[in-house]
């Protein structure tokens, strides 16, 4: 190959990855967790993945007495499957870390049947400290695996986060949930 050649096709090729890298980066929509005029944090939604929003609300679950107020939940999953779905709440009166742990405990078992942990990790998410559980167990009758996250925000708040995949997912679909996460930014 010529000089001549080699360097249109290294132009070519920067040019190319200039496009790919605009096009990556205006690929997301900004999403926010406001509650009373704060933003909490945000995340990135991928094209193509669709959001339901629930506001505050009581509900009293299944088989239970008790009313329990349920914070404002982001739903985010790709239209294309139904198999996958990532949620974001940021639950009243936890303040920290630990107190999450308990509110974990608590709604675990609403979002999962049966859970078993497989792994447990301390990580940093947009900079912030995060614990991390993952696992499996059952969820609408069918094999799940999940991965559940509370992440420290500014303040006395914490964010709770959950990825529930059904058994026989798209393995294409992590990049998108990796996306979202990776775009996670605390509000200040």
């Given at each position: 190959m010529t000089a001549i050649k080699v360097l249109r096709l290294r132009t070519f090729l920067s040019a190319l990855g200039l496009t790919l890298l605009t096009v990556?980066?205006?690929a997301q929509t900004p999403l926010s967790y406001t509650e009373d005029g704060k933003t909490h944090f945000t995340v990135?939604?991928?094209?193509?993945?669709?959001?339901?929003?629930?506001?505050?609300?009581?509900l009293i679950p299944k088989g239970e007495d008790a009313?329990?107020?349920v914070a404002r939940v982001f739903g985010l999953k790709p239209k294309s499957a139904d198999t996958v779905w990532i949620g974001f709440?940021?639950?009243?009166?936890?303040?920290?870390?630990?107190e999450g742990a308990d509110?974990?405990?608590e709604i675990g078992p609403h979002l999962v049947r049966d859970p078993v942990v497989t792994k447990r990790e301390v990580r940093r998410i947009g900079g912030r400290t995060a614990h991390s559980i993952t696992g499996k167990g059952r969820?609408?009758?069918?094999?799940?695996?999940?991965?559940?996250?509370?992440?420290d925000l500014p303040g006395p708040h914490v964010a709770f986060s959950v990825t529930v995949l059904e058994n026989g997912f798209d393995p294409d679909l992590l990049?998108?949930?990796?996306?979202?996460y990776d775009s996670f930014r605390a509000g200040q």
């Open positions: 990556a980066a205006s990135s939604v991928p094209d193509f993945w669709e959001v339901r929003v629930g506001g505050p609300r009581i009313e329990r107020e709440i940021v639950p009243r009166g936890v303040r920290t870390l630990e509110y974990v405990r969820r609408g009758g069918r094999g799940v695996q999940f991965t559940a996250v509370l992440i990049g998108g949930i990796n996306s979202v």
